[in-house]
């Protein structure tokens, strides 16, 4: 399984970006697909996942009512709406397929296949 994110970039405090991540190789609409994300000198955090239907997505408090997670299996592709963003936001992130799933969890190292990150930095 290859992912494939992009749509990073550089945006202004309270701005907006779409990040999205195609996935390749193999049956996609089986997975719990999640994005990750590391700050620069931090560890990696969860950001948000979403699960195989779409029915049930789970959210870092940090994100929740900023950032919305979604998917479009028709696509494989998973998408996540980033809006009002701040500087904490400026982060490598990173995509990641779970293949067992079946629900959505923050636990990194369950998530089978990564993307190779896309950069997104917000400006003050």
């Known amino acids: 399984v290859q992912l494939q994110a992009c749509g990073g970039g550089l945006v202004q405090a309270g701005g907006s970006l779409r990040l999205s991540c195609t996935a390749s190789g193999r049956t996609f609409s089986s997975y719990v697909l999640g994005w990750f994300r590391q700050p620069p000198g931090k560890e990696r955090e969860f950001v948000a996942a979403?699960?195989?239907?779409?029915?049930?997505?789970y959210s870092a408090d940090s994100v929740k009512g900023r950032f919305t997670i979604s998917r479009d299996n028709a696509k494989n592709t998973v998408y996540l709406l980033m809006n009002s963003l701040n500087t904490e936001d400026t982060a490598v992130y990173y995509c990641a397929a779970d293949m067992i799933g079946p629900l959505c969890h923050s636990t990194s190292w369950l998530y089978d296949y990564w993307g190779q990150g896309t950069q997104v930095t917000v400006s003050s």
């Open positions: 979403i699960t195989w239907s779409g029915g049930s997505t």
